[in-house]
């Protein structure tokens, strides 16, 4: 199975910030990967396929970037309804695996 | 607008069956591959299986570990999903979401609506 190693596992933002999350898979996985945002009781969303396609209705402010085994999550001018649980994900090959998650905090 | 709402859940005590079911609305159904993916209370997101569309003859993938006790299946007349779960653990206690996917350039499906979700617990 492709592993998915997420960092950091959780950080400390302040309104207006930008912040970048890491995401690093065992192998290669091209550009087959994804960025879900989760909000505390509420269901996954999905944010970025492909790794820097935007899901539809996502905002700009959602960037990712990357490709083989190295990918990155940038959200810019974070906002309050910003301050969430993002996982990656990679969709190249079966078993789909997750990230563990990186706590997006103030 | 795209909906996915999930039904089903509940207590079950180990060793027992649960089936879950997930109703589709705003798009066709038949055209998508569809997923599950629980959520354990308090963990992170792991896939359970998926199920293709017609064109590609239903065909469904598991993840290894729950291969054999839980079973995928759709009926696109009646734009619902449904996930069979026998021989319940306690570890198989999670919130059960239902996922569309939908292919990006090279063919490869990617989650992009997700319902609410459905709490199973098993326990005696």
């Known amino acids: 199975d492709i592993q998915m190693t997420q960092s950091p596992s959780s950080l400390s933002a302040s309104v207006g910030d930008t912040v970048t999350i890491t995401c690093r898979a065992s192998?290669?996985?091209?550009?087959?990967i994804g960025w879900i945002q989760q909000k505390p009781g509420k269901a996954p969303k999905s944010l970025i396929y492909?790794?820097?396609s935007l899901q539809s209705g996502v905002p700009s402010k959602f960037s990712g970037s990357g490709s083989g085994t190295d990918f990155t999550l940038t959200i810019s001018s974070l906002q309050p309804e910003d301050f969430a649980t993002y996982y990656c994900?990679?969709?190249?090959?079966?078993?789909?695996?997750f990230g563990g998650g990186t706590k997006v905090e103030f | 607008e795209v909906q996915l709402v999930e039904s089903g859940g509940g207590l079950v005590q180990p060793g027992g069956s649960l089936r879950l079911s997930c109703a589709a609305s705003g798009f066709t159904f038949s055209d998508h591959y569809m997923d599950w993916v629980r959520q354990a209370p308090g963990k992170g997101l792991e896939w359970v299986g998926r199920i293709r569309n017609k064109a590609k003859s239903y065909t469904t993938e598991y993840a290894a570990s729950l291969k054999g006790r839980f079973t995928i299946s759709r009926d696109d007349l009646k734009n619902s999903l449904y996930l069979q779960m026998n021989i319940l653990k306690i570890e198989d206690t999670a919130v059960y979401y239902c996922a569309r996917s939908s292919p990006d350039s090279d063919g490869h499906h990617s989650f992009d609506y997700w319902g609410q979700g459905t709490l199973v617990t098993v326990s005696s």
């Open positions: 994900h990679q969709h190249h090959i079966y078993p789909l695996t």
């Open positions: 492909a790794a820097s």
């Open positions: 192998r290669g996985v091209t550009t087959h």
